[in-house]
């Protein structure tokens, strides 16, 4: 604890080293998101880039996760098994976009980094889920007088419904699912969670008089070089973004960190020396800010070429309604672009057609679109 909160405290930073890529780094940040303030693409522009994010999160952790894939498997149109990284992308995905659609304090508030750990506790008097099925599975013990006639499926569909119900609670934003016990043969017993990510957690409210860009690079740094999580590092490359936009640094988006660390050498990210790795924080947020704005103005040049195929449509058209929806998606395919539209694949694929979008066929399987 000692050590996280001298990693977090700005006055052993040499200023004179760190002054200029600080003022740089905010001046990027503070272009690109006016740049989305007023612009008339953010909302697709904010959807492309969190499946970005997620892909590039995979890959600082040395994962390759390709980003048509991670489209296909969050429309539920895959088109092979979904692997191990394939679904730590979607969680690292969902993660990200609950952050972005939240209040902006909430993700860094107790209550909201329970959640996002997926072990809050409600401390309500409601039993956990964990301890009613050990309850069911002791009361109802194989080979007892009451089993013998029991449905085979029963404790399977009830075992369903209780995943079902916690679920709803979930998405409702009710009671958390309590903490269940961590078999120790994944979990290190002697890790301590809990105190690490609240130790983290103080040193982000200590740093309210910082600088926000400076306070995120010191937390981003301390998670880094100490991880408060065993399971879920890549967790803190979306916490630290959640700061700045609590800070109101960012408004009108949630910064995109994995993209930008991804321009970054490994040697500098993970240097033993700390001015080291924080000017290549603020390096990355440069970088990945510069290559945000590019986007943007591509993509609404796009959108204006698209929409310049649009005049003279008939008004229940449903083309400007596919427009919309390519621009938010990196990648379209045929059935994506029926089932979002309520047309069939071959109406699909003649709309597509229509407005002359770049044609990619992927693995014989499928094609898709996407804009360049």
Not at 235 to 259: F, Q
Not at 316 to 329: E, G, K, T
Request: glycine share 6%; aromatic share 4%.
């Amino acid at each position: 604890m000692r050590q996280m909160r001298e990693q977090t405290n700005p006055m052993s930073i040499p200023w004179d080293k760190i002054s200029g890529p600080l003022a740089t780094a905010e001046d990027a940040l503070a272009r690109l998101d006016e740049r989305l303030r007023s612009s008339p693409i953010a909302e697709g522009w904010i959807s492309r880039t969190h499946f970005q994010d997620a892909c590039a999160s995979l890959w600082l952790a040395g994962e390759l996760v390709t980003l048509e894939d991670l489209v296909l498997h969050d429309a539920r149109m895959d088109v092979r098994s979904p692997t191990h990284e394939l679904t730590r992308a979607q969680a690292a995905l969902r993660t990200r976009r609950r952050i972005a659609g939240g209040a902006p304090d909430w993700a860094m508030s107790a209550e909201g980094l329970a959640i996002l750990r997926g072990d809050g506790d409600s401390g309500s008097a409601d039993a956990t889920r964990a301890d009613e099925a050990a309850d069911c599975r002791d009361e109802a013990a194989p080979g007892s007088a009451d089993d013998a006639g029991a449905d085979p499926l029963a404790e399977e569909l009830a075992a369903l419904d209780r995943a079902l119900e916690s679920s709803n609670q979930f998405l409702a934003g009710g009671p958390a699912v309590a903490r269940l016990v961590r078999d120790p043969l994944i979990y290190d017993p002697d890790w301590e969670d809990g105190e690490k990510l609240e130790a983290w957690r103080s040193g982000a409210a200590a740093s309210q008089s910082d600088p926000p860009l400076l306070a995120a690079a010191l937390l981003w740094d301390a998670w880094e070089t100490n991880p408060p999580l065993e399971r879920q590092v890549w967790l803190g490359n979306l916490l630290v973004p959640a700061l700045l936009r609590e800070r109101r640094k960012t408004r009108a988006h949630l910064l995109c960190l994995n993209s930008g660390l991804r321009h970054i050498r490994r040697e500098k990210r993970r240097s033993p020396d700390q001015l080291t790795r924080l000017n290549a924080f603020l390096e990355a947020i440069t970088m990945g800010a510069e290559a945000g704005m590019k986007d943007h103005d591509r993509w609404q040049l796009a959108r204006r070429s698209l929409e310049n195929k649009l005049k003279g449509k008939r008004s229940s058209s449903r083309l400007p309604a596919l427009v919309d929806f390519i621009l938010a998606r990196p990648i379209a395919s045929a059935g994506m672009i029926a089932t979002e539209l309520g047309v069939t694949p071959r109406a699909a694929q003649d709309m597509v057609a229509e407005l002359g979008l770049r044609e990619i066929t992927g693995r014989g399987r499928y094609r898709a679109w996407g804009i360049l």
